[in-house]
């Protein structure tokens, strides 16, 4: 039997958040350790669990105290998706990272990336 892949899934709708578990989850192969709708519960979970898979929202607003690894902590800024799979690179380098996005067409994802 194939091992199980452990996944962090980060959304800030609790919808898509269920969805992504959902699919994740739905054939066996993946094993969702983590869902969470900030940067901060994110950067706990990747530290946590250094899953296979991290699934980041692009637009991704955290309001509260966001991750700025130069500092070696928390700023105080916004944090988005794009920022957050960056850490996630460095503190999980073997992480498969899929940014996915809800913004209407390529061209507006990539403009905005």
Known sequence: MPEVMTVVCVDDDPYVLELLHEVATDEGDFAV?????????????????RPDV????????????????????????????????EIARQLVPTATIVLFTGWPGLNTAAQRA
């Open 54 to 85: 991290f699934i980041v929202d692009h637009g991704l607003v955290d309001e509260g105290p966001s991750l700025d690894l130069r500092e070696g902590g928390r700023g105080h800024r916004s944090q988005y998706g794009l920022e957050l799979l």
């Open 33 to 49: 350790v983590a869902a969470v709708s900030d940067a901060g519960a994110a950067l706990d979970a990747l530290r946590e669990h």
